[in-house]
């Protein structure tokens, strides 16, 4: 009795939950995305199902959009609305056109979010201002209001809007911009076939154009060409307005002969579309009856589908019923449900364990590499100075070795960096214009000095068929080069390296690059080819190298980023090849020349002027390095040790460019320089760091931060002044 009682109750569940699934999804097929086809539907359709009957469809459709919450009503209304002003509008009626464009704009208003509909809505409104009630003057007003509020519009909109500016300017006998408008669009549409209609209406609107000027026989030459298209390319509606226009100017002139042909030709055209019409009228006719066939097979399978439901409902009782006699295996699921409780628990303690662990690694390197960065830009940048201003030839070997010495250091800490920012999966390519050559040239010269230290010589070979201009990631592109290069070096002793961009192979706009890293060292052994690419791992062990063993391990992550694989060839002593084939985007715009001749200026009139750098930095030996780099560029500078002070220095004096450390006492960098953004929008603000986490240059380059760009210590000087430059050209360009 019991278990039959539980067999009733699991029965009256399933079926309920049944029937609420099967009618939810009735109640569902009348959504608000199969009202909007239909609105869609019908403006296709429109010469075969008939305008009275359009209007009735729309008018039904804009009661039953009250059934939907505000939003989907306003937009189903603000759609039908000027729909049904489009309906008016060919029928000439312009006073109720008006009247629907204008209740379409109440409620799209309200909604805040409909920039394309909008943009129609303002663009019908002053189609009925030029050609309905003669007031050019309104129509501006609403085509103005399009250009000034929507600026991500696409090339055939502002052609349209155009074309539609320059009706409006031969009304007003603003000739000059009319023609300039005019011009423009015949350019763009002749240049693309498909907008065979849109330019037909161009070249109408030139025949408007010369007509209001009085040059009659240019207006003719204009409409003639004008109807040619129409009536090759079958838009006869089109050829009726035009002939019509062409006849009344006929007439105007006295030419009442040619008028009368050019009438026959209107006449003809005329009957020819009301042919048109009754064939899709009758296509349409039996597009309905196919329709209505096939909703009588949809509602056939339904209830075949009915029938299968409810055999397959009673199987499941009859599941439901022999499940019953077994109902004594619950207590074993009880059981297992206890023990998979009790494992969910450890998994989440694990996870809450892991994700703990994951966080105090992130701190552990930012603390790492703020700690290590920060001595480390003061070792670089003294070394650097002193190398400039110590001439003794002994001292300054002791220097160079100093150098050497923080920047081998530098590259371990980047190393281990590097990966650690890997596994977190923080590494993304960037996307930025650059010169694959320039930047081959400059890695080779990079190489210099330290190629000759091993009596070797590193020979560059770029195919001449590769585009210079790409876009991408240069620096991890660099990484991969410098350390593949550093990797040759290594394992070669007098002898040579080849770096070669080879094979481009161009597709539309992208290209792809193969590259190898050559050399003609000691080479590597088989089987440690495949573990050389591992952490920690070097292919001669044994050897009194230096390194962490990372450099491979991080190349074939950054290889792997750019969508490539890197492969390797070698045998000891025949030397070893590493290569690998990665696709960029060409860049093919025009602008680049100019770009770069603006740039030029900029660093011209950049080096006519002393500037003035607010530096903004805590540590007494820092601010010590960048000023004393500042100096060997002619920059003035001067020094600010915490934000509070900052503020208080841009508010008394003018600064070319403010360099901003992010961990200081008393007020941070991030903070003073929102501060400061509160009364200064122009000043650049680079942000300077130690820290390497994705967290931090996310903050800094988020759009509220205010920095411009930033700069993670220790830096190249190179780097730095490149910085410096750009960021106050940046500034020059936006004043001039």
């Not at 000439?92 to 909604?111: G, P, Q, R, V």
């Not at 093919?588 to 020349?593: E, Q, S």
Request: charged letters at 25%; hydrophobic letters at 35%; aromatic letters at 10%.
């Amino acid at each position: 009795m019991k278990n039959f009682k539980i067999l009733k109750y699991i029965c009256f569940i399933y079926m309920h939950l049944f029937y609420v699934v099967v009618y939810t999804q009735q109640y569902e097929e009348m959504s608000f995305h199969e009202l909007k086809s239909a609105i869609i539907h019908t403006e296709e359709h429109l010469n075969s199902i008939g305008k009275a009957n359009g209007i009735r469809i729309i008018e039904s459709i804009i009661d039953i959009s009250e059934k939907f919450n505000s939003k989907q009503e306003y937009y189903l209304k603000g759609y039908s609305y000027n729909f049904l002003g489009k309906i008016h509008f060919s029928t000439k009626d312009h006073k109720e056109a008006l009247k629907s464009y204008k209740i379409a704009e109440l409620f799209i208003k309200e909604l805040k979010d409909s920039p394309e509909l909008t943009i129609d809505i303002n663009n019908n409104i002053a189609l009925v201002y030029i050609n309905g009630f003669n007031k050019p003057r309104k129509a501006l007003k609403r085509i103005k209001y399009i250009q000034d509020n929507f600026n991500d519009l696409n090339e055939k909109t502002q052609h349209l809007i155009a074309l539609n500016l320059a009706n409006v300017y031969i009304k007003t006998k603003d000739y000059n911009e009319a023609h300039h408008l005019l011009e423009k669009c015949e350019k763009y549409f002749i240049s693309r076939r498909q907008y065979i209609s849109e330019l037909v209406t161009t070249y109408t609107s030139y025949g408007d154009y010369y007509h209001h000027k009085s040059k009659y026989n240019k207006a003719i030459k204009y409409y003639e060409l004008a109807a040619t298209i129409a009536e090759n390319n079958q838009l006869f509606r089109q050829a009726m307005t035009i002939y019509k226009k062409y006849e009344y100017l006929l007439v105007k002139i006295g030419k009442e002969d040619k008028a009368y042909k050019i009438l026959k030709k209107y006449t003809k055209h005329h009957q020819t579309a009301l042919d048109i019409e009754k064939l899709e009228a009758e296509q349409y006719k039996k597009q309905l009856i196919v329709s209505e066939e096939k909703n009588t097979i949809e509602t056939r399978k339904a209830k075949q589908s009915q029938t299968i439901s409810i055999f397959t409902i009673s199987l499941l009782l009859l599941c439901l019923i022999f499940f019953c006699f077994f109902i004594y295996n619950h207590r074993k699921t009880k059981v297992l449900g206890k023990s998979l409780t009790l494992r969910n628990k450890q998994l989440k303690i694990a996870k809450e364990k892991s994700d703990r662990l994951a966080e105090v690694k992130t701190k552990f390197i930012s603390t790492v590499s703020h700690e290590l960065r920060t001595p480390l830009y003061g070792v670089v940048g003294l070394s650097s100075i002193l190398m400039e201003r110590i001439k003794d030839e002994e001292n300054h070997r002791f220097i160079k070795l100093m150098k050497f010495s923080a920047d081998h250091l530098l590259n371990l800490i980047n190393d281990v960096l590097q990966v650690s920012k890997m596994e977190s999966y923080e590494i993304r390519l960037d996307k930025s214009l650059y010169n694959i050559k320039n930047l081959a040239d400059d890695i080779k010269n990079s190489f210099e000095y330290q190629t000759e230290k091993n009596g070797n010589v590193l020979h560059l070979n770029f195919d001449s068929d590769i585009p210079n201009l790409l876009i991408g990631d240069s620096v991890r592109l660099s990484q991969i080069f410098i350390n593949l290069i550093s990797n040759a070096n290594k394992f070669t002793k007098n002898g040579n390296i080849w770096l070669n961009f080879i094979n481009p192979v161009i597709t539309n706009n992208r290209v792809k690059i193969t590259f190898e890293i050559k050399d003609d060292g000691r080479g590597i052994p088989i089987d440690k080819q495949e573990v050389i690419f591992e952490k920690f791992s070097q292919a001669n062990s044994k050897d009194h190298t230096t390194g962490t063993g990372l450099g491979l391990h991080i190349v074939k992550n950054l290889v792997q980023l750019h969508g490539g694989d890197i492969k390797i060839k070698s045998a000891p002593g025949k030397g070893t090849t590493f290569y690998f084939s990665i696709s960029f985007e060409i860049d093919l715009t025009n602008k680049t020349n100019n770009k770069l001749e603006t740039a030029k200026n900029c660093i011209t009139i950049l080096n006519t002027k002393t500037y003035n750098i607010l530096i903004v930095e805590d540590n007494k030996i820092n601010q010590i390095v960048t000023q004393n780099i500042l100096k060997t560029k002619g920059y003035y500078s001067e020094i600010a040790s915490d934000g509070l002070i900052a503020i208080e220095m841009v508010k008394e004096k003018r600064y070319d460019l403010i360099l901003m450390d992010l961990n200081m006492p008393n007020m941070g960098g991030m903070e003073s320089t929102k501060m400061i953004r509160k009364f200064n929008h122009n000043v650049p603000i680079i942000a300077l760091t130690a820290s390497d986490t994705q967290d931090t240059v996310e903050a800094i380059l988020h759009p509220d931060s205010g920095f411009n760009d930033f700069l993670r210590k220790p830096y190249k000087n190179e780097e730095f002044f490149r910085k410096i430059e750009t960021n106050i050209n940046g500034k020059i360009s936006k004043a001039s």
